[in-house]
């Protein structure tokens, strides 16, 4: 991608740092020991099969789902865990929830609220955890809202929308949090074909604007176009990673080879 995107090595500084994620369910080890770090301004697309432990790893960031070994560090900052036998959770929980405020999170499902509209889905969280008014909540919304392309669309109801403009309300909302990073969970993964490219319209303008972002996906060619690292994972572990060119289009992994094959 050619978008003037990349930093001097003296502007550049750590977003995100997992180190050493092990997450299971039961007997089943969904995540193996996972490490990895995201730069702020970059954008890094995480591959991999269905059950290869992508949409896990998206929710032991924000602590979603509590990964039993590891730490998540955002901007520098550790969240701090508490050990009690086999049960782990958070030290502090105002910790979790100042850096998840941080962390905007869009589901493959939406999880939109269905008794409000766009713009009230869209001005919930700043009214009630940025302590915004509700004039600036308001205007805030209206440009989010205008930036998806769904400003007309603002009175609806999720039930009286499509799922692609279901999506683009669920990104406006995680943008009027002002997050230091964006997580995206299969964001198309719902949605009818047609309604694929409306939703990756949007994303592709946040990254023009250099914001820092995860995003699982297997929008392949997507991935390859917007994405300043690959992260390809398989059976819990980080099988490969780095550049678009580096994974996708010269994969040093059988593994990877297979995968890629299997969409082309």
């Not at 050990?83 to 910790?95: L, S, W, Y």
């Not at 493959?108 to 999880?111: E, G, L, V």
């Not at 609220?113 to 509209?117: D, V």
């Given at each position: 991608?050619d978008?003037?995107?990349r930093?001097?090595m003296s502007?550049?500084?750590q977003?995100l740092e997992?180190?050493?994620?092990?997450?299971?369910?039961?007997?089943?080890?969904?995540?193996k020991?996972?490490?990895f770090?995201?730069?702020?301004?970059?954008?890094v697309?995480?591959?991999?099969s269905?059950?290869?432990?992508?949409?896990?790893?998206?929710?032991?960031?924000?602590?979603l789902?509590?990964?039993?070994?590891?730490?998540?560090?955002?901007?520098g900052?550790?969240?701090?865990?508490l050990?009690?036998?086999?049960?782990?959770?958070?030290?502090?929980?105002?910790?979790v929830?100042?850096?998840r405020?941080?962390?905007?999170m869009?589901f493959?499902?939406?999880?939109l609220?269905?008794?409000?509209?766009a713009?009230q889905?869209?001005?919930?969280a700043?009214?009630?955890?940025l302590?915004?008014s509700?004039?600036?909540a308001?205007k805030?919304?209206d440009?989010?809202?205008?930036k998806v392309?769904i400003?007309?669309?603002?009175?609806y109801?999720p039930s009286?929308?499509?799922?692609?403009?279901?999506?683009r309300?669920?990104?406006?909302?995680?943008?009027?949090?002002e997050?230091?990073?964006?997580l995206f969970d299969?964001?198309?993964?719902?949605?009818?074909?047609?309604?694929?490219?409306?939703v990756?319209?949007?994303i592709r303008?946040?990254a023009e604007?250099?914001?820092?972002?995860?995003i699982?996906?297997h929008?392949?060619?997507?991935?390859?176009e917007?994405?300043?690292?690959?992260?390809?994972l398989?059976n819990g572990?980080?099988?490969?990673?780095?550049?678009?060119?580096e994974v996708?289009?010269?994969?040093?992994?059988?593994?990877?080879?297979?995968?890629?094959?299997?969409?082309?």
């Open positions: 991608m978008w003037g995107r930093l001097k502007e550049i500084k977003a997992l180190k050493n994620i092990h997450k299971r369910f039961g007997h089943l080890e969904v995540l020991g996972v490490s770090s995201a730069n702020q301004g970059e954008i697309s995480m591959l991999g269905s059950g290869s432990g992508k949409s896990t790893l998206l929710r032991c960031i924000n602590l789902e509590i990964p039993e070994e590891g730490q998540v560090i955002v901007s900052e550790l969240i701090h865990m050990d009690k036998g086999k049960h782990r959770k958070p030290a502090d929980i105002r910790q929830n100042r850096i405020s941080g962390l905007g869009v493959q499902d939406f999880n609220w269905s008794n409000m509209t713009l889905n869209v001005i919930e700043p009214t009630h955890v302590k915004l509700k004039a600036e308001r805030r919304a440009v989010l809202l205008e392309g400003y007309d669309k603002s009175n109801y009286q929308l499509s799922g692609g403009q279901q999506q309300v669920a990104i406006a909302r995680a943008l009027a949090m997050p230091q990073v964006l299969e964001p198309t993964s719902a949605l009818d074909p047609e309604l694929v490219g409306e990756l319209r949007v303008t946040l604007e250099r914001r820092t972002m995860l699982v996906t929008e392949i060619s997507f991935a390859r917007i994405s300043d690292r690959i992260v390809f398989d572990q980080i099988e490969l990673q780095g550049t678009p060119q996708i289009d010269n994969p040093q992994s059988e593994r990877c080879r297979k995968f890629l094959s299997m969409d082309a």
